[in-house]
């Protein structure tokens, strides 16, 4: 029933969306992710999308977790303790770089970034590629890159905001921003606030939460200097804290009740200090020197629940630290209409990993490795015909930890008439083996999980090609899109289980699931591919959008047991409704439907190995919202639903992971449910 709601909303839209905006805002708009300098989009040789800040009031997001569940082509997953993490393109998070003005986001936890310690509070747009950009961004960008770009500017001598949320299934959140001018060449801004989730489950009595209670504080400045010409230069600072509380099951609630309770705290602090600006004649200078810090402790404590006392249980504490430091600078010609230009630079990173569960086997290190990653790129850009550009890139990279890597990429962008785009490309991706990866050591009673410092970079091969259309009809303006992808990926890199080979060494357990003891290993190889069809119409303050698209993903099984398929499918569809009226009033509904997902996976029978199946039931979220601004945008109230249909887990069938388990099925969880919301924001500013 709810998966027909969704389809028949979609038949009202009639076509299927490209991201635009508004389409004369879209024209307009100018993007910086992988470009030789500031870009018109519509110039850009990589397709980019863009969501704008309007769309996150009208979400109601406050994290990147909450922006990306309705885009097409991003999956998301959740995980009560890790948190959120996300897909793209069928490739998992590890392959996804996530920026923020250009500096790497770092403290992935099972290889993924918690999306919900990204907070939105002083974010103006984000910009997402799919497809690698390891040319311009080195490893993690292999299936594709999201970069977020803060507020950097301010018309007002002086701006005050403060916006509060209230969510009826127990998030509370409050922030504020504020910037000031200081003289004609300095501004400061900064904003802060916190984010509390008091926790959910069906059970209201229940001290064991499905959706732990968790609480966020955060808090960044910037510091702007405009130097001569147009050159900027940008000092920022961030402080991000989280504490989730797992709390345990009452245990022998007759006599003496107690639990185990474990509390997760995370801290992120970031630096960065950016610059960019015109060098002589036709030339643009981008340099960019970042430093993160993230820490992560665990604290497990063993609660008396008659007296209130605790007793800390030393063999489950843990405590991880990561550090990275990163510099890039890039000088490319600019003009968009040179016949030939060109782009240079150097990128380097050095990441430091600590915790009494890292054993680093190359340098016999306990508790503590590191690694450096240096690279030069470079990419040159010919404009063989006013309608017609080519763009070839090169990044050869030097690691510490494992083998060089040499990355090319090669884009055409062909006007075809003023209606038509074609862009198309072919890029290699790589990933290099995290710290995690080569050197954890965890090995107790009940587990038995390690690195293998033999790991190689995984690589991927990637071709895409992209045909847009944009048109009008009287006050009509259409967009349509239609893009297919191909991705191959080689030595990619998984947990298995493993058996020790007669002469020495390991391999993966085949169909064997008795052994318990895991680590990583590189797989032959692993292949998506897909096709996305998006369009939109604009009328005056009405926006309709839609897309659908299929993507392909490879079973590893076929290798051994062909009578399993190459590649199983999964279908998508979503698309929106979105009204803008000039008196400052605004609505959307947005609504996405994915169908079921089947996996195959070994399993041992009578001695043989068998292939059994993994199949992921479908389901719809939708979300709606209705807004009004006054006061000239200085006062905006927004009211929403989040999850409307109220859906709340869906059902795997088969073997495998899940959060609860019984007779041969799973529960997947996709949200605590239906949630009603309400956001204010009061801004005032000084006239200039």
């Known amino acids: 029933m709810r998966s027909s709601f969704c389809l028949v909303l979609l038949g009202l839209l009639g076509v299927t ?94 290889g993924n970034i918690d999306l919900g310690q990204i907070n939105l509070a002083n974010v103006d747009r984000v910009e997402l590629i799919e497809g690698p ?84 504080t955060y808090g960044d400045a910037t510091l702007r200097y405009n130097g001569a010409g147009d050159h900027v230069f940008r000092l920022k600072g961030a402080l991000f804290l989280e504490q989730v509380d797992n709390l345990g099951e009452v245990r022998r609630p007759q006599f003496k009740p107690y639990a185990f309770d474990e509390f997760y705290r995370t801290q992120r602090r970031d630096l960065a200090f950016l610059h960019e600006g015109s060098v002589g004649s036709g030339l643009f200078w981008n340099n960019t020197l970042g430093a993160n810090f993230f820490y992560r402790e665990k604290e497990a404590r063993r609660t008396d629940l008659e007296t209130a006392e605790t007793m800390p249980l030393n063999a489950e504490q843990d405590t991880i630290r990561f550090n990275s430091y990163m510099l890039r600078s890039v000088l490319a010609s600019q003009g968009a209409h040179r016949r030939w230009q060109w782009m240079a630079g150097i990128d380097g990173r050095y990441d430091t990993g600590s915790g009494r569960r890292i054993l680093d086997t190359l340098n016999n290190t306990v508790g503590e490795s590191a690694m450096l990653d240096a ?55 790589f990933r290099s083996p995290d710290i995690k990866e080569l050197f954890f050591y965890f090995v107790d009673v009940n587990h038995y999980i390690v690195g293998n410092a033999d790991l190689r970079a995984e690589t991927a091969d990637n071709v895409q090609a992209t045909l847009g259309w944009q048109g009008k009809t009287g006050a009509i303006r259409w967009n349509a899109q239609v893009c297919g992808f191909s991705n191959w990926l080689r030595d990619k890199i998984e947990l298995y289980e493993f058996v020790d080979l007669p002469g020495g060494g390991i391999e993966p357990a085949q169909g064997d699931t008795t052994t318990l003891r895991y680590t990583y290993f590189n797989i032959d190889q692993y292949r998506t591919h897909g096709a996305t069809l998006r369009a939109s119409a604009q009328w005056r303050g009405l926006h309709l959008e839609g897309a659908t698209n299929r993507i392909g993903h490879y079973n590893p099984e076929h290798d051994n047991m062909p009578e399993t398929p190459a590649f199983t499918y999964t279908q998508e569809w979503s698309g929106s409704v979105q009204w803008e009226h000039s008196d400052g009033w605004n609505a959307g509904v947005w609504a996405r439907t994915t169908d079921r997902f089947v996996r195959y996976y070994p399993e041992k029978e009578n001695g043989q190995t068998i292939a059994r199946q993994r199949i ?73």
């Open 375 to 429: 690279a030069v790129l470079g990419s040159l850009r010919f404009r063989a015909t006013a309608d017609l550009t080519l763009e070839t890139g090169l990044r050869a990279g030097w690691n510490s930890r494992y083998n060089g890597s040499v990355v090319p990429s090669f884009h055409i962008r062909q006007n075809l008439g003023e209606a038509f785009s074609l862009r198309a490309s072919y890029a290699r991706g």
């Open 133 to 216: 950009t390891s040319v311009y961004y080195g490893t993690d960008a292999l299936a594709g890159v999201i970069n977020l770009i803060t507020r950097r500017s301010q018309l007002e001598p002086w701006r005050l905001s403060v916006n509060s949320q209230y969510e009826t299934l127990g998030e509370r959140s409050l922030g504020g921003s504020a910037g000031v001018r200081l003289g004609e060449k300095w501004l400061l801004l900064g904003s802060g606030g916190y984010d509390h989730f008091t926790g959910f489950d069906t059970s209201a009595s229940s001290r064991n939460r499905l959706w732990n209670p968790k609480k966020q």
């Open 17 to 110: 969306t490209v991201y635009a905006q508004q389409t004369d805002t879209l024209l307009r708009e100018v993007v910086v992710t992988a470009q030789f300098a500031p870009t018109d989009v519509r110039s850009a040789t990589h397709a980019v999308r863009i969501l704008r800040h309007d769309r996150i009031e009208r979400l109601g997001a406050n994290n990147l977790e909450q922006l990306l569940r309705q885009e097409l082509n991003l999956g998301i997953g959740q995980d009560m303790v890790l948190g959120s993490s996300l897909s793209m393109q069928g490739l998992s998070g590890q392959n996804v770089k996530i920026l923020i003005d250009g500096v790497p986001v770092i403290g992935r936890q099972d």
């Open 616 to 688: 992921i039931n479908g389901f719809t979220q939708m979300d709606a919202s209705v807004g009004k601004s006054m006061w000239n945008n200085r006062i905006v109230l927004t009211a929403g639903v989040r999850n409307l249909l109220d859906v709340q887990s869906t059902l795997i069938t088969g073997s495998g992971t899940g959060n609860h388990t019984g007779g041969g099925t799973t529960q997947q969880n996709i949200s605590p449910g239906r949630s009603w919301w309400l956001r204010a924001t009061v801004a005032i500013g000084g006239k200039g």
